[in-house]
C-alpha cells in the first residue's frame, strides 16, 4: 500500500513539472466549470448558414474558430519571445495593416468594387511582405539597436492603426465576391470552420520547420545565453530577426482571416488586445517570458485555452470590459508560478514530500 503511494507521488510529481502540465489543468477546471453551471455550453448544432450551406455552431465551434487565430499568432510570438526575453505588443495594429493591404489590393481605388481588382492569393502575398517587412522592422530595433522588445514594438503599437486607415484613404472597402469570405467563415460542404484548417496547416508547417532545421536549437540558444551562443558560432542578432520576422508573416495569415470575416474593415476595432491573448497563449504554455526553453504544442494549446477563457466569460455575461481584468489576474497567477525562487520553494516542497513518503515505505 505504501508502495503504491510512493508510486502514485512520483508519478503526479513528474506530471506536474512537465510543461503541458499548466494548460491541461486549466483546459480541464474551464471545462468542469462548465459542466457544473450550464452542461448546454458543451452542445453542438449542424444548421445552414444564409447561404444555405450546413454549418456547425455552438460554443465549442466559437472556441475552436477564433482560438484558431490565436494559435497562429501563439507560434510566431512564442519564438519571439524564446529568442529575446520580451514580447511584441504590435501585432494588433500589425493585423490591422495587413488587413488594410489585402481590401487595398482587392479593391483598387474603388473602396466597393463590383469585380475583385486582383487575385486573393496575390492580395494575400503582398500582406505577406508588408507583414514581414514591419516585423523585420521591429526586428532590427531590437537585435541591432538593442531597444527592449516592448518599447520597440510600442513604435508600431502606437501608430500601425492609423498607417492601416492611411492605406485605404480612411475609407472602408467592401469586397463583395464570396469566395472572399471562406477564409474567415465556412468553405461550402464543410461545416468546420476554415480557421482551423489555416491554423492545423501553420501548425504543420513549423512542427516540418522546427524537424527538419535547426530554428529552435538556435532560438532557445540565443535565449538561454546570447554571448555563448556567440562564442558557438551563433549569429544572435539574425535569429532575433528572424523570429520577428517569422511572427510577421503569422500577422499577414490572421489578418487575412481578421478581413475575411466581414469582408470589410475597421481600422481601431479589428483584432483589438489580441496582443495580450497571444502573450498569455506562451505564458499559459509553461514558456519563460524571459526567454530561452520553448514548448511549442503547449504554446498553441494555451491559445485555445484562453479562447475558452474568454468564450465563458461572455457566455456568462461578463461585461467585455472586464475581460482584461480576469485576463490580468490570470497572467499575474502565471508569472508568479514561473519565477524562480517559486519554482525553487515548490521542487523544494515536492523533494520534502517524497522524502517524507520514502521513510513511510521504508
Known amino acids: 500500500m505504501q508502495k503504491n503511494k510512493s508510486s502514485v507521488s512520483q508519478t503526479l510529481g513528474n506530471l506536474a513539472r512537465h510543461q503541458m502540465f499548466i494548460p491541461i489543468i486549466a483546459l480541464l477546471l474551464l471545462t468542469v466549470f462548465n459542466l457544473i453551471m450550464d452542461p448546454s455550453f458543451f452542445g453542438i448544432t ?3 448558414n444564409s ?17 484558431s487565430e490565436l494559435a497562429i499568432l501563439a507560434i510566431g510570438m ?77 513604435i508600431l503599437y502606437t501608430a500601425g492603426r492609423s498607417i492601416a486607415a492611411w492605406i485605404n484613404m480612411n475609407q472602408l472597402p467592401v469586397v463583395s465576391d464570396e469566395g472572399f469570405t471562406f477564409f474567415g467563415g465556412f468553405i461550402p460542404g464543410i461545416p468546420i470552420p476554415t480557421p482551423f484548417f489555416i491554423a492545423a496547416a501553420c501548425v504543420v508547417i513549423i512542427a516540418l ?14 535565449g538561454i545565453n546570447e554571448s555563448s551562443s556567440r562564442l558557438n558560432g551563433l549569429n544572435p542578432k539574425m535569429i532575433k530577426f528572424i523570429t520577428f520576422v517569422i511572427l510577421g508573416l503569422c500577422v499577414a495569415v490572421v489578418g487575412l482571416i481578421k478581413v475575411s470575416r466581414l469582408s470589410t474593415i ?28 520553448f514548448n511549442m504544442p503547449a504554446s498553441i494549446l494555451g491559445a485555445y485555452v484562453i479562447q475558452f477563457l474568454t468564450t465563458t466569460l461572455y457566455k456568462f455575461k461578463v461585461p467585455s470590459d472586464a475581460l ?15 519565477a524562480p525562487v517559486v519554482k525553487e520553494r515548490l521542487a523544494s516542497l515536492g523533494k520534502k514530500l517524497r522524502s517524507h513518503t520514502a521513510k513511510e515505505v521504508g
Open 209 to 222: 520547420v522546427l524537424k527538419f532545421t535547426n530554428l529552435g536549437l538556435y532560438t532557445q540558444a540565443v
Open 324 to 338: 482584461s481584468a480576469y485576463k490580468a489576474v490570470v497572467v499575474i497567477i502565471l508569472v508568479v508560478l514561473s
Open 78 to 154: 512564442t519564438l519571439v519571445t524564446a529568442a529575446t526575453g520580451g514580447q511584441d505588443i504590435s501585432v494588433g495594429a500589425a493585423i490591422a495593416i495587413a488587413g488594410s493591404v489585402i481590401l487595398r489590393v482587392l479593391c483598387g481605388t474603388n473602396p466597393r468594387p463590383d469585380s475583385l481588382q486582383a487575385p486573393i492569393i496575390v492580395a494575400f502575398l503582398v500582406a505577406c511582405v508588408v507583414a514581414m517587412l514591419f516585423g523585420a522592422f521591429n526586428g532590427v530595433l531590437v537585435a541591432y539597436f538593442k531597444i527592449q522588445p516592448m518599447v520597440a514594438t510600442l
Open 266 to 293: 475597421n481600422y481601431s476595432v479589428i483584432a483589438k488586445d489580441i496582443e495580450m491573448d497571444a502573450i498569455l497563449a506562451v505564458a499559459l504554455g509553461g514558456n519563460a517570458l524571459s526567454g530561452g526553453k
Open 51 to 67: 447561404a444555405g450551406n450546413p454549418v456547425l455552431s455552438g460554443y465549442l465551434i466559437t472556441i475552436l474558430d477564433n482560438g
Open 46 to 48: 449542424l444548421g445552414n
